[in-house]
């Protein structure tokens, strides 16, 4: 078995790559942001009959003033068809040509969504991941220690970063669902690395002796196992949900398969390389 601790460089190394490039991406194209945070109208539909998104798409687009966004399939027949915002005359031609392209179909309601909506939604969801991150820190400290509270919160911020450079690289879309992964992610992941972190506590005490990065390392192996075995079978699930489910679930289930990788990555690989960098013991490694 390698020395984790020792190869940090690699595996820090790994995780910058993938940030930078998706800082790139994110200052050359931003994030695909939906209408949920940009603004826009959400037209819900029931064709009638089964659709493809290339359909609809070719029914609206050609409408001067009106562009869509997205198409999200709720149902066999229904549709979520959300664009940019549109005036109530635009709002008729485009349900007109819908109802002419498919017919039969049936509008079921025409929503306006303010982009004074999404800035709420992300100063919240902003306040919410501190508050989170703030408590877990107490938490941990008390558990453990300060210097391993701090570890653990910038793995968090390690698993975050990653997942908007991972979506700023492929452009997926940014919702709701988007933000409610990012939630659930901060404690899938800090279960693991606790999980990690309580290892590492039991061994201090019986290799008294030993530098705390030899520590920490044993400790990491230990857990690998468990860790690994854990996020295969979520992943697994999640992976099903994802291949098996409607639209409106894969919006929130791909965050979801990015997180936990990105999660368990961290737990291994970054929370346990901070503590001991923290500690300022890994000179002292065998």
Known sequence: MFNIINKRIIFFAISLVVILVGAICFAVNGLNTDIDFTGGTAIYV???????????????????????????????TGA?????????????????????????????SVDNVSANVGQELWTNAALSICIAALLMLIYITFRFELLSGVSAVLALVHDML?????????????????????????????????VIFDRIRE??????????????????????????????????????????GVPSIKDFALPLIIGI???????IFIAGQFWVLLKGKDKKQA
């Not at 290339?54 to 003033?65: K, S, V, Y």
């Open 162 to 194: 990653v997942m908007i450079a991972i979506y700023a690289i492929f452009q997926f879309p940014v919702n709701t669902s988007f933000i409610a992964a990012i939630l659930t992610i901060l404690g899938y992941s800090i279960n693991a690395t606790i």
């Open 46 to 76: 029931d064709l009638g009959t089964d659709y493809n998104e290339t359909a609809i798409r070719d029914c609206i687009n050609p409408i001067e003033g009106v562009t869509v966004s997205s198409v999200q399939k709720t149902d066999a």
């Open 261 to 267: 990788v990105a999660g368990t990555y961290s737990s």
């Open 80 to 108: 979520v068809v959300k664009t940019t915002t549109i005036s109530t005359e635009l709002r008729a031609k485009v349900t007109e040509d819908l109802t002419k392209a498919f017919p039969g179909s049936t509008i079921l």
């Open 203 to 244: 061994n201090a005490k019986m290799m008294k002796k030993e530098a705390f990065g030899n520590v920490v390392d044993k400790s990491i192996w230990q857990s690998m196992g468990r860790s690994i075995n854990t996020s295969i079978t979520t992943l697994l699930t999640i992976v099903m949900v994802y291949i098996l």
